[in-house]
């Protein structure tokens, strides 16, 4: 089977004007995932791991490389040569992307959050409602949080909204940067279930993760990137 | 494919400048010009081929600092300047294929009354101060053809509500109002015909911050029910941070950077849009 994403010779570096300097993420990175697959990626700390990720989500524009995605909507593409357009409507309906910080709108409330995310895809006001109840529910945000801003949230009650907010879409390709960076074991718990779950549902996935514990026995392949350079454990 | 490759609005090679040039600044593509300005003949080139796609129900930025050319470029498109060359097709209007730079005043008044709406960073020059709001929105309706005043009023009010005016104030001129409230009742106005294509150039620009989260609130809340296709204009990148998809970049009349909006903010390319991200914070 064609995998559902086919990474090839990627390289990113990045250019300070300030500094008139070049530094160098990822070198001539290349792997494969195929549908349904969870696939780990982990490394210390700036060796270039949410690089990958950013690329793929098209929030660096990577000097090098092909990144080939098989979208339901436009078949075959190359996400680094997509336009923007596309990219908008991939990160609406096809690719979620979950990272450690909430980027959360000012002044929308976590139940708004979801909402506004199902209502994206296309869904009803009224379909959005439940959806939103159940899976703030779900990852037991108490309930005198749901409308609430975000802002006030602690770490661990924001990276669970951002989950839900991700998750919610059912994303086809779903990108985790450490997102299990700053929660309890509680909460960690509930993130592994509901990962579990997108498994089941044949979500394909990328992760980061420092917890080595955690990647224990979720995902199918791992891999280690070092000072850019990318390598199967 | 279907109509998600369809522009409302296609801008192509826009061109404008201020002055007749010269052999020197040879249509603005000459070294000898100082940022965008010619030393020897004094024309200033405000905007240099400036192209870009607008799509149904989004939400394009601009941003790029004072001088930079963005709100002639918004000037231009609601007719308030004429251009020097470029074309732009609006997809509702002759089914894109009329260029509109190129039509009869007439036909330029119908598109302006029909097909944008537009918001000034200034309120006064997009109301009439003195006039009541209700009035105000009146102005676009007859403007655009409306003979019925009942519906008129109607209209009127159900707009100064959409954008929390209170009623009972419809008939006070928008010079009793705040900076807030004016832009405020600009926004009804600008939206009174329907237009598919809004126009907002730094409609916070001036307001406190509490205010300028109400206009935004307002813009944003628009934006979703309506599925207006909007340009937003601003040099505050949390502005566009907050309400683009995608963002152009602009710097001495010509596009340096289009990009999707967190990537001009996370992984700027040129050096200007580096700078401009520093500056945040």
Not at chain 1, 37 to 45: A, D, L
Not at chain 2, 63 to 69: A, D, L, P, R, T
Not at chain 2, 213 to 224: E, G, S
Request: aromatic share 8%; hydrophobic share 40%; glycine share 8%.
């Amino acid at each position: 089977m064609e995998p559902i994403l086919s990474i090839h010779n990627l390289s990113k570096s990045f250019m300070l004007h300030n500094l008139d300097k070049h530094i160098k993420a990822i070198d001539r990175v290349d792997f494969e995932l195929q549908e349904g697959e969870f696939v780990g990626i982990t490394g210390k700390s700036g060796s270039g791991k949410s690089t990958i990720l950013k690329s793929i989500y098209r929030t660096y524009v990577i000097n090098e490389g092909s990144i080939w995605y098989i979208s339901k909507r436009f078949g075959r593409m190359n996400l680094a040569e997509a336009s923007e357009r596309e990219m908008v409507y991939l990160r609406k309906h096809e690719i979620g992307y979950v990272s450690q910080f909430l980027n959360a709108m000012p002044r929308t409330t976590a139940r708004e959050l979801v909402e506004q995310a199902i209502v994206e895809m296309g869904n009803g006001e009224d379909f959005a409602k439940q959806e939103a109840e159940h899976m703030l529910a779900h990852f037991e945000l108490d309930e005198y949080l749901w409308d609430s801003y975000p802002a006030t949230f602690s770490g661990g009650e924001k990276l669970r909204l951002n989950i839900a907010r991700a998750m919610v879409k059912h994303p086809r390709l779903l990108l985790l940067d450490e997102p299990t960076a700053s929660l309890d074991n509680a909460s960690k718990i509930k993130v592994r279930e509901l990962l579990e779950q997108l498994m089941r549902e044949g979500t394909t996935m990328l992760g980061i993760f420092h917890d080595l514990e955690f990647m224990k026995n979720l995902c199918h392949r791992e891999y280690n990137m070092q000072n850019g350079i990318f390598s199967a454990i | 494919m279907d109509d998600f490759d369809r522009p409302i609005l296609s801008v192509n090679h826009l061109s404008k400048q201020f002055g007749p040039g010269c052999i020197h600044c040879s249509s603005g593509q000459s070294d000898s010009l100082i940022k965008n300005y010619c030393p020897t003949c004094g024309t200033v080139y405000a905007c240099r081929d400036i192209s870009f796609d607008l799509y149904p129900g989004e939400v394009f930025g601009i941003v790029g600092e004072s001088g930079s050319g963005k709100s002639t470029l918004m000037q231009c498109l609601y007719f308030d300047q004429e251009v020097t060359e470029g074309e732009a097709l609006i997809a509702s209007y002759k089914n894109g294929e009329a260029n509109i730079f190129e039509e009869s005043s007439q036909q330029k008044r119908y598109i302006r009354n029909h097909q944008l709406g537009k918001v000034y960073q200034n309120p006064i020059l997009g109301l009439r101060m003195g006039f009541s709001s209700i009035g105000n929105i009146a102005e676009k309706l007859i403007a655009a053809g409306g003979r019925n005043v009942g519906a008129m009023e109607a209209r009127g009010r159900e707009l100064l509500e959409h954008v929390n005016i209170p009623i009972r104030r419809m008939k006070e001129p928008p010079k009793n109002f705040s900076g807030g409230m004016q832009q405020r009742v600009q926004i009804a106005k600008a939206l009174s015909n329907n237009p598919p294509i809004l126009l907002l150039d730094e409609v916070t620009t001036g307001l406190d911050l509490s205010v300028q989260a109400n206009v935004l609130d307002l813009i944003k809340k628009l934006q979703r029910e309506l599925n207006i296709s909007m340009i937003i204009v601003s040099h505050d990148l949390g502005v566009i941070r907050m309400l683009a998809d995608r963002t152009m970049v602009m710097l001495d009349g010509k596009v340096i950077e289009y990009g999707l909006t967190d990537q001009i903010l996370e992984d700027p390319q040129h050096r200007y849009t580096q700078q401009l991200v520093h500056s945040l914070l």
